[in-house]
């Protein structure tokens, strides 16, 4: 059935509304926002709907309140910065014991707590060596500058669309004449991406190796599924390929699990078997303390320990003061030990389960032509069917109109999704009941534009 465009309009004017009137408190503190760029302190919040984003009051497990005093369940949880729950219990002790009675937030010293994290991170993906940062932009940043002085090679391959925090080399799009273009909106790139960059499509296996063939690209950046464009999952064969491919044409393969750990307790790595020789992971692994990793393989390590020009102690390994601090590493621990397990893991898959069953079942009832896709514990709808197969078909299929009535329909009734597009996330403190409260409201917000 097609969306009617003139009751939509109707309806969104009546959700912007309502959303102003009860949230007076948060429109009142951004409006006096006078020193904030943007009026917010990162100029990203500026993404949620309805003009002004709702103001944190408090955050526990997966409800948070505004300062208007509504209650939420929270589907956004930080877009994953906050998927062990918001302040979990063991996370928020092992902080308090390192801040109050142990002391030491940051002091150039090691504690024991790194081995621990970085034993685990062994044990769920694999690679044998990391090193730490405190965001997955920075893990990242670091990541390709290794892979290119370990190739020698001056380029990186990424995906159209793809999203892997600010690294100006991966704000990239396929160009109209099949080169690589850059994204619409990035501030200030030291050079044009064409200089650093070749594009690639997600699921296509002869747009990567038409990159890789003239054997220039150090390594091939890239989510196991994109999660930054909706979610796009890979095709049967498609990650396998990229491997073979990296393999024959002397390129590094980077995993980028900082969303799709959403798979399981070792991200889609462990779970499809996937072979990096570089991996990055940040946000939820410190409970929401800035906390990134990077992993390499031994051959990788014993390159950079063999390059000539590598100074790891000083210029070149600098990855932020701050990196691998005590309060980090005592958080990621905690996190890793005790709220990412294997049967929180299952909880929440379950639950995400559900809730694509929950939207899968209005669509189908409506003959609406969307689709959502799920990976482990985090779902997502998109205004398009079938479901993607590229990120340029993804980012096709955006829609303010539709995605601002969904998300304040949503919110004017306690639920939040996260403000980039249609995610949906699970921790383990979410419940049955919380997703069946999203699904109801879906089916009622779906109701009124058919
Ligand atoms: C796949 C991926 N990598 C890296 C990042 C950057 O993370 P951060 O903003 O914590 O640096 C993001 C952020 O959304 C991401 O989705």
Redesign the pocket.
């Known amino acids: 059935m097609a969306i009617d465009r003139s009751r939509l309009d109707g309806l969104l004017k009546t959700e912007r509304e309502t959303h102003r009137t009860r949230t007076e408190r948060s429109r009142t503190a951004f409006d006096a926002a006078d020193h904030l760029f943007g009026r917010v302190p990162m100029t990203w919040m500026n993404k949620w709907s309805g003009g002004y984003p709702l103001y944190l009051a408090t955050a526990h497990g997966n409800r948070v309140t505004d300062l208007d005093g509504h209650e939420y369940v929270d589907f956004a949880l930080g ?3 906050a998927m062990a729950g918001h302040s979990p219990a063991a996370t928020v002790a092992a902080v308090n014991r390192r801040l109050g009675e142990l002391g030491g937030i940051t002091t150039m010293m090691p504690t024991e707590d790194a081995e621990w994290v970085a034993a685990d991170l062994t044990r769920r993906f694999g690679l044998p060596l990391w090193s730490f940062s405190l ?4 893990a ?1 940043r670091w990541a390709l500058r290794v892979a290119r002085m370990v190739t020698g090679r001056p380029m990186v391959m990424a995906f159209s669309y793809c ?4 690294v100006d080399e991966t704000f990239v799009i396929t160009g109209a004449d099949g080169g690589t273009a850059p994204r619409g909106g990035n501030v200030g790139p030291a050079v044009p991406v064409s200089q650093t960059t070749r594009v690639a499509e997600f699921n296509d296996l002869a747009s990567v190796e038409a990159g890789l063939a003239r054997g220039d690209v150090a390594v091939v950046i890239m ?1 196991p599924a994109l ?2 464009i909706g979610i796009v999952l890979p095709e049967p064969g498609f990650l396998e390929g990229v491997r073979e491919l990296c393999t024959r044409y002397g390129t590094l393969l980077l995993i ?5 750990i959403s798979a399981g307790p070792g991200g889609c790595t462990a779970a499809w078997n996937l072979r990096p020789d570089i991996f ?1 992971i ?2 939820s692994i410190g409970g929401g303390i800035p906390s ?1 990793a990077y992993g390499i393989t031994e051959q990788v390590a014993q390159a950079v320990r063999d390059h000539p020009e590598a100074d790891l102690v000083d210029v070149g390994g600098v990855g932020g003061t701050l990196a691998g601090n005590a309060l980090s590493t005592a958080a990621m621990r905690a996190t890793l030990g005790e709220v990412l397990t294997d049967a929180n893991f299952d909880h929440m898959i379950n639950l995400a389960t559900r809730f694509r069953e929950g939207v899968e079942a209005v669509l189908d009832q409506y003959q609406v032509p969307w689709s959502i896709a799920q990976l482990g514990a985090r779902a997502e709808y998109r205004f398009c069917a079938p479901a993607p197969r590229t990120g340029t078909e993804s980012a096709a299929a955006h829609d303010d109109e539709l995605e601002e009535y969904l998300h304040l329909y949503l919110s004017n009734r306690g639920v939040l999704i996260t403000p980039f597009h249609n995610m949906a996330l699970m921790c383990p403190e979410t419940s049955a009941a919380d997703v069946d409260l999203h699904s109801g409201l879906f089916d009622e917000a779906v109701a009124q534009i058919v």
């Open positions: 877009d994953t910065g965001t997955a932009t920075d990242n999203y892997h925090g600010s989510e999660t930054n980028d699990e900082t969303h799709t990055v940040g946000k990134g």
